[in-house]
Nanobody, 124 residues
Framework: QVQLVESGGGLVQAGGSLRLSCAAS????????MGWFRQAPGKEREFVAA????????YYAESVKGRFTISRDNAKNTVYLQMNSLKPEDTAVYYC?????????????????WGQGTQVTVSS
């Protein structure tokens, strides 16, 4: 079992930055690929970014590429999402997810554990 707790969300103006954190506890975190997803009101949950267990592989949705950076610190059991140049369309609840293996996938089905989410609101 893995428990995930997100933090760092909030209200920011367009063009601003936020850094989300996801603290993991439970089974071995360092061997799990991790992902960030988001869900805006009335829309499906969508992939944002993913990272392999070593941190050597990262993947991004086209909509955030060049603006967002995913990273992890296995010593702290924490994964981060640095979000720069935020846009109003980035407004959503952001979820952290842990895979049962090392597949850094954009598919929700690849992730076994999910956090409760943290709200990010970008004003224009």
């Amino acid at each position: 079992q893995v428990q995930l707790v997100e933090s760092g969300g909030g209200l920011v103006q367009a063009g601003g930055s936020l850094r989300l954190s996801c603290a993991a506890s439970g089974r071995t975190f360092s061997r799990a690929a991790m992902g960030w997803f988001r869900q805006a009101p009335g829309k499906e949950r969508e992939f944002v970014a993913a990272i392999t267990w070593s941190g050597g592989g990262t993947y991004y949705a086209e909509s955030v590429k060049g603006r967002f950076t995913i990273s992890r610190d296995n010593a702290k059991n924490t994964v981060y999402l640095q979000m720069n140049s935020l846009k109003p369309e980035d407004t959503a609840v952001y979820y952290c997810a842990a895979s049962g293996g090392n597949t850094a996938s954009p598919s929700r089905a690849s992730y076994d554990y999910w956090g409760q989410g943290t709200q990010v609101t970008v004003s224009s």
